[in-house]
């Protein structure tokens, strides 16, 4: 389960430890249009999940963006695509918690931007509602979720397959992105909010990382899935598919990849696509991050989807929509 040690001491929040830096204080007074007196960083004053500490009524704005700033959970943010965005958004004046298993570098984050951090495991679902927890019970509401969280490597297929390191890039590539919409839906539900995946292009190419592949495609084929389901919520739902990217996930290949002469987009790159998605009202795609081509929604042919929509409502919602076998195709 979450825990954080900061270096000016611990705050309990619903049993959980959690650090605000002071830096907030700091950009908050210098970002336009955000509240220059919240900062208390926790869930006291805060009503109904729709109002500040200082007592103001967060209104949505549109595009994710209620007055006093959005608020924001970004997982993996303690590096590389994730403290990318983390810095990005906290000097918009946005209120952003980094939820990571890697405390040291997640509390330079939130030194360094302002921001929470939460130290989470998005491989357990606890962890994930932990997380949502805790950026409610600071800021009253959630409004942006950035599922970011990510590993290479594990296994591959064949004599040396490994299980445990199966299981392992399984449950952080993919459960988190299950367990993290799981945990916040019913908060972006209230908040008509945003969720952005960090997928990859090697979802939607063939890729040496196999495995890593596999997950990465499962987690757009969910995005694609699930997003109309949300949209009538007012919930947007998209994948990031960067190809390389210049973090530490790909250090150890760095040098061959530069004699290769591949394209390697910094993390700011990714960062500046990631505000595209969320300005964007488009919802369900897979946008690929390439750096040597524009953002775009990957084009998929249109096929024909008999019946999805009975059977996703059926699952997200409960509600008795028509038995499977009504279904022309799973
Ligand atoms: N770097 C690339 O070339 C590239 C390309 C396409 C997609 N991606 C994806 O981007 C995302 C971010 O990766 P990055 O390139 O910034 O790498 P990174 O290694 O810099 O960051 C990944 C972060 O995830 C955190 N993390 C790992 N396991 C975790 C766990 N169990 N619980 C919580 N946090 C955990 C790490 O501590 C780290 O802070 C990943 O999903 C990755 O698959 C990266």
């Not at 960083?41 to 595009?63: F, I, K, R, T, Y």
């Not at 360094?112 to 962890?127: I, K, P, S, W």
């Not at 367990?179 to 939607?204: D, K, N």
Request: glycine share 12%; with cysteine.
């Amino acid at each position: 389960m979450g825990e954080v040690e900061g270096k000016e001491g611990k705050e309990g929040t619903e049993g959980l430890e959690m650090v605000e830096r002071s830096e907030r204080s700091e950009r908050s007074e210098s970002s336009e249009g955000s509240e220059g007196s919240e900062s208390s960083g926790s869930a006291e004053g805060m009503a109904d999940g729709l109002a500040d500490g200082a007592g103001h009524v967060a209104v949505p704005q549109g595009n994710g963006s209620p007055a006093g700033g959005r608020v924001v959970l970004v997982t993996g943010g303690a590096s590389g695509i994730g403290a990318a965005v983390a810095g990005r958004l906290a000097a918009r004046g946005d209120r952003v918690l980094v939820a990571d298993i890697d405390a040291r570098r997640g509390e330079a984050v939130a030194a360094r931007t302002g921001a929470l951090f939460l130290r989470t495991n998005v491989a357990e679902l606890e962890d994930n509602e932990a997380a949502v927890e805790a950026a409610v019970a600071a800021f009253g509401r959630l409004d942006v979720v950035h599922l970011n969280a990510g590993i290479t490597g594990g296994t591959s297929l064949g004599p040396d397959f490994d299980l445990d390191g199966y299981r392992k890039i399984v449950g952080i590539n993919l459960d988190s992105v299950v367990f993290g919409i799981q945990a916040a839906l019913p908060h972006v539900r209230r908040s008509g909010g945003r969720i952005v995946v960090t997928a990859s292009a090697a979802a939607l190419r063939p890729s040496i990382e196999v495995v890593y592949s596999a997950t990465k495609s499962a987690v757009v084929a969910l995005v694609r899935s699930l997003a109309p389901v949300l949209q009538r919520d007012g919930v947007t739902l998209n994948a990031l598919c960067p190809g390389l990217v210049d973090t530490p996930l790909i250090a150890a290949r760095r040098s061959s990849i530069s004699a290769a002469g591949l394209p390697v987009a910094s993390a700011e790159q990714v960062a500046d696509a990631f505000e595209t998605v969320l300005a964007d009202e488009r919802t369900g795609q897979a946008w690929l991050v390439m750096a040597d081509r524009p953002v775009i929604p990957f084009p998929f042919p249109e096929l024909p989807v008999p019946g999805a929509e009975k059977l996703i409502a059926k699952t997200i919602h409960g509600a008795d929509m028509g038995a499977p076998s009504d279904m022309e195709t799973p």
